[in-house]
């Protein structure tokens, strides 16, 4: 039986693997990649009994709280978290993670640093896993940060590609705002409660009394004190989860090998700020109990995630690239997820959180195997034709798709996407954010029907798809077990038996009649079948014949095409605005030191120099005769000592021991005083 | 031997082994470091004397080792950017070649 | 005097002998740095907490990062060349110059009537330093604050070097 104390065992494994894995000579591939899958399935049993463990217990919070350091009288502390909801994080970050890293035995076969992958692979699973298990929202973000260098090194491991090495920097950097806002909100929230662990025996700040005392403090400007942490906290959650408007660098991380494109953009790293929202709910929802409130944390969250949910769907619509459109889809899940949170459902959250996990692991996975076989080709216009040549890579990136796309009844995204309409539909402060989710439902089924047609269906457009075969069993049986995943996780949450939902808050759910929600569910049916009816119009019936031939779409209103293609133009309104104002800035500060501080320097300088002229005048008639008789001995003088300067360091500084030597004897034995 | 003195003596035997290494040694960095080295004994030093040295301010030689870290960091700092100005000049940075400055 | 002290002590000055007499300088920066955990853990030891964090953080966390760069920029030139005749003269010499400041120090050191106060270490908290900074020693601060920033500018405009990228006294 695993315990809380016992959980850092989990976040070690992968670590070791990783320290091994940079210890190992450049040849040890069979040793840095054995270690890490080794580790990783060590980790994933321990997930399971830890699983297991909380499970038995399902509304209680196991935690083992231990001292790091001491600083004088202060002590920070640290601790180790298990519950229901980190339990089944950690088990599904350590299945998928797991089938990632097999996947990518095949898909890194011939890279020349492949140990090194191996490495940062097991690094940044040991971050992520270090973000679930924690207690303590310092250790938290400690993990958090190894994250991102993580995955700074992962994205940029084709370093020697100028888009790989600028979509790195652009991750980082990016993340890294939304970073700035959890650590202010960080320190924020210890001073206002002293304490940064989640649950300490009633100290912690998730625990009611705490969270009570912080929602009676009000700032001067009308916001509550919990809004203004949970919205800072909020900040690095959008950053690592691609929210608007800081999505942008998640579809640039497509550069990075496509294992890791499915385990940062899948498992862990977009679905860590989801995860972090979750973990902290009761303090984003602790602003809930004053009504006088201008802005409810939840509500912004909402607004957040409703706004890319759309944004995420629509400009998936006309990407070319196989994997940006994967990127897209992300972008607009996430959207899906933080809306959920936002609305006040956080299990419905985690669910979708577990099952998209799956089927967009899945997702990447097959776009990388169809990239690996079509010698990375990977523009979907000059693909096609693959459902012959790659059978089961066809079969299970179909099952992806309809997952995503929300297939009902069989497929595991129709009922984690179910449980969020229902809670949206629900929320009695808005009603946009529904409609946003019914219209992100239509796109996500049009843009994956699309997808699968453009890539799977016709022929070939380009000889690299003509030439593909199926990829070996080390990448396809990783495939086939994501596809049973995508489809058995649904069943652990449907409305008629909320097996997860109940675990997952620890108080049993009622079960609800499927016909109960009738409409609703019949109104998603409907939609679905009307985004993969469009899609299937203009792509599956009249396949594309030449990689050159205009989109249907394109054809229809080129305008918006482009400007959609173009990601609605966000990285240039950046480019135009953020970037600029700094040069401009920059400028600025530029023109004041040359022009006006420089002229005035300029002035005074010149005055003085004027005074000089009158002095050295002067000086030249009056006064220098006698002085230079004088000077004449002092510059002799100087000549003599300056062939002790022999300008060699070393000298100078073995004179003074030498020196020094010499006095403290005299000090010593001569009795000076 | 009291613990005072082996404080001492284990900062004088550092100080002197730095000392050897920024005398013996003809690439600049590592003569930087020897200094590095001497200034960290001098540190130890006042933590010796703060911890059992004659009650005085409880905080004085810490906060001495604190101003004295932050020097030496300044120190490093212009010295390592002294010795890329020297590799930059003279594509070397042993220090019998830097003797520009003799008199 | 303790086991834990003495071992302190052995490990420092033997890692840095190590770094000092080492023929590789990568391997001489990274047992230096060890050499300065070691001082840090002598701060430890001692309980000056606070002085060894800023130990480990300036000198392991910042200052051999900085040496490491430095080391790496300067690689290509011609460093440390078998040792001629004349290296090892002045190895010797300064061997000898070492032991001779060490035999001084050890025998003024032995011949001193030190007055140890045996109590246990002085408390200081974190608040306490705090507050002697920002008070008494305010002026110091403040002053080491202008000198770290003229330090950076000038360790930046010495580095930089000139814009043209000529070596402006080349003869």
Redesign the interface.
Known sequence: MIDAAHLWLIPALPLLAAGIGALTPRSGRRLASGAAIAAMAGAFLLSCLALQRALADPAAHLYANFTW??????AVRLGWLLDPLNAFMCVMVTFVSLLIFIFSLGYMKEDANFKQFFCFLSLFAAAMLGVIVANSLLLLFISWELVGVASYLLIGFWFHKPAAAAAAKKAFLTTRIGDLGFLLGLVWLYDATGSLLLFDGGHGVLESGVLGDLATQVLASGLAVPTAISLLIFCGAAGKSGQFPLHVWLPDAMEGPTPVSALIHAATMVAAGVFLVARVFPLFAADQVLAAGPLHALTVVAAIGAITALLGAVIAVAQDDLKRVLAFSTVSQLGYMMLALGVGSWVGAIFHLLTHAFFKALLFLGAGSVIHAAHHEQDIRRLGGLSRSMRTTFVTFAVGMMALAGVPFVFSGFWSKEAILHAASEWDVSHLPFYATLIGVVLTAFYMTRLLCEVFRGAPRSPAAAHAHESPRVMTIPLAVLAIGAVALGFLGTPVWPWLQSRLTGTPIPARPLLEGGGLMGLSIVLVALGLGAGWALYGRRVRLTATAPDPLAAAAPRTWAFLGDRMKFDSLYAATLVRLNAFVAALADFLDRRVWGSAVGFLARFAEFTGVVNSEFDDGALNGGFNAASEDIRRTGRA??????????GY??TL??A??AL??LV?LGGVR | MSPLQFCLIFSGVLFSVGLAGALARSNAILVLLGIELMLNAANLNFIAFWRYGPASAPATGVIFVIFSIAVTAAETAVGLALVIAIHRHQRSIRLQEATRLKG | MNAVLILIALVTVGTAIAAMAGRNLLHSVLLLALAWTGVAAFYLWAGAEFAAFAQVLVYVGAISMVVLFAVLLTRRSRDEAAPGPAGQSRALSAVMAAAAVAGVLVGAILRSPLAASPGPAPAVTVRQLGAELMGPYAAALLAVGVLLTVALIGAVVLAAGDRTGQPEDNP
Not at chain 1, 69 to 74: H, Q
Not at chain 1, 641 to 649: D, I, K, L, M
């Open positions: 350091f001491e600083l004088g009288d202060g000592y300056s062939r002790a300067q022999t300008g060699e360091t070393h500084l073995r021991a030498i020094f030597v403290a004897l010593l």
